[in-house]
């Protein structure tokens, strides 16, 4: 089965970027969709892109386009998020989670990547 | 593309039944049959609860259902039990080309147990 483990905590300062990993098991990364979900504290969650298998490409949820962008090693079976221009709204936790395919569900998901963004 | 619309706390006795619903558009929810939902509890990862609206992954309890009319998707919990407290959150996909993204999660719900 899939297994996904994310990197530690990151404590960034406003207008620096964070790269966050999420090291894939179980399967290898070609086969599978990832994408990046963040949950700021006490909020809900928000979508902020993945690999869409219908198209082929990489597509960013509007609000993060221009400073986010997610990359795969797949020598490793390794996913990046990096974000941008951080600025303190940015503090959340920030999971990987695949689908399978597209209009898929996202099972499973990684244990989540604290972001502190803090002057 | 707003969040989808969830109300912010049911709460039940234990053994009785809860309905959480999620509305949102002809564009997400009522434009596809890829509505999930998602159980959290606190400091935890989200863990998939149901999915393509009423489907139930292996290991999860016959108590959770799921099901659509038009734009609303709701989730059941029939019998309750104390561990079902927790957040849930809904998810649709809203396709890709023409929009910006192509997933959006709803606003999520608290469900407490009496």
């Known amino acids: 089965q899939v297994q996904l483990v994310q990197s530690g905590a990151e404590v960034k300062k406003p207008g620096a970027s964070v790269k966050v990993s999420c090291k894939v098991s179980?399967?290898?990364?070609?086969?599978?969709?990832m994408h990046w979900v963040r949950q700021a504290p006490g909020k809900g969650l928000e979508w902020m892109g993945g690999?869409?298998?219908?198209?082929?490409?990489?597509i960013y949820a509007q609000k993060f386009q221009g400073r986010v962008t997610m990359t795969e090693d797949t020598s490793t079976d390794t996913a990046y998020m990096e974000l941008s221009s951080l600025r303190s709204e940015d503090t959340a936790v920030y999971y990987c989670?695949?689908?399978?395919?597209?209009?898929?569900?996202?099972?499973?998901w990684g244990q989540g990547t604290l972001v502190t963004v803090s002057s | 593309q707003s969040a989808l619309t969830q109300p912010r706390s049911v709460s039940g006795s234990p053994g009785q039944s809860v309905t959480i619903s999620c509305t949102g558009t002809?564009?997400?929810?009522?434009?596809?049959?890829?509505v999930s939902w998602y159980q959290q509890h606190p400091g935890k990862a989200p863990k998939l609860m149901i999915y393509?609206?009423?489907k139930r992954p292996s290991g999860v309890p016959d108590r959770f259902s799921g099901s659509k009319s038009g734009n609303t998707a709701s989730l059941t919990i029939s019998g309750l039990q104390a561990e079902d407290e927790a957040d849930y959150y809904c998810?649709?996909?809203?396709?890709?080309?023409?929009?910006?993204?192509?997933?959006?999660f709803g606003t999520g719900t608290k469900v407490t147990v009496l």
């Open positions: 998810c649709s996909y809203a396709g890709s080309y023409t929009f910006a993204f192509n997933y959006v």
């Open positions: 690999f869409d298998p219908e198209d082929g490409e990489t």
């Open positions: 989670a695949t689908i399978a395919a597209a209009g898929g569900w996202f099972d499973p």
């Open positions: 393509d609206v009423s």
């Open positions: 002809s564009s997400d929810v009522g434009g596809y049959n890829y």
């Open positions: 179980g399967y290898t990364l070609t086969e599978l969709s």
